[in-house]
């Protein structure tokens, strides 16, 4: 048991004179063990969800809530096992090598030593062995979105939250991010991504639709 749920969650932006809702009362329930995907066009409010559900922004109205063990704590304090998120921008650490980000996680809790095989294995299994060692400007996009990917995995967090993880990738390697998504779900993880990619929706337990700023059940027709 695990996941989180949000009630109404309203989200305003303020654009010079006028007032956006960004979110305009989101309902949403994602449970552990569940692969979620959020489908919608540009615009319609999925980056400022998971900005909300990952604790960076708050609602203006409405409830949002973990489950299981996260329930009995505050969203600050949550650390890498308790959620991680992929963001649209990225955001590895300049100065540290691709290994080094994706060991990261570990190295703020001091245990790098026992996580180190498993940062090896996700280099691995990302195609990103050969490039270890290289800093995110020395590799493209793809390959820093998907040490991203691995950074947020490296240490099974509860709740698994990504924007477009799959943007900046050819059909292969978005194949083995989602096999990784989908087994991290599997392993008891509540999981939910924002993605255009129709293979996504394909690999996901659920498919939630967003459009103006809601939230429903089902592909978009
Ligand atoms: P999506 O991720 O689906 O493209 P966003 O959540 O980025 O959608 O945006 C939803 C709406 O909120 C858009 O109209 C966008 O312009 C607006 N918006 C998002 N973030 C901000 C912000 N920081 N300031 C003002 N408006 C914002
Ligand atoms: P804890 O030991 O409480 O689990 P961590 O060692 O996982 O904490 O996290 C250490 C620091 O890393 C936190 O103070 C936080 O600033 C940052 N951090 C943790 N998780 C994330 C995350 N998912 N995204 C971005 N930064 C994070």
């Given at each position: 048991t695990g996941g989180l749920v949000g009630r109404g969650l309203v989200k305003r932006y303020r654009r010079g004179v006028e007032t956006v809702s960004a979110l305009a009362g989101v309902d949403l329930r994602v449970d552990a063990g569940e692969f979620v995907a959020l489908v919608g066009p540009s615009g319609s409010g999925k980056s400022t969800l998971l900005a909300l559900l990952c604790g960076w922004e708050t609602a203006d109205e409405g409830e949002l809530r973990y489950l299981g063990?996260?329930?009995?704590?505050?969203?600050?304090?949550?650390g890498w096992r308790d959620l991680a998120l992929v963001p649209q921008?990225?955001?590895?650490?300049?100065?540290?090598?691709l290994a080094d980000n994706v060991l990261l996680p570990a190295r703020l809790r001091g245990t790098a030593g026992t996580e180190g095989p498993r940062a090896r294995a996700l280099l691995t299994d990302f195609g990103l062995a050969h490039l270890a060692d290289r800093y995110p400007s020395q590799a493209s996009l793809g390959e820093q979105q998907r040490a991203v990917v691995a950074r947020a995995l490296l240490l099974r967090p509860a709740v698994l939250l990504a924007d477009?993880?799959?943007?900046?990738?050819d059909r292969g390697h978005a194949d083995g991010l989602l096999d990784a998504v989908v087994e991290a779900a599997r392993g008891g993880a509540a999981v939910l991504i924002a993605t255009h990619d129709e293979l996504a929706w394909a690999r996901a337990d659920r498919v939630l639709s967003m459009r103006d700023g809601v939230v429903t059940e089902g592909a978009p027709s």
């Open positions: 063990p996260l329930g009995d704590r505050r969203p600050e304090t949550f921008a990225l955001g590895l650490v300049g100065d540290l090598s477009e993880p799959t943007a900046h990738q």
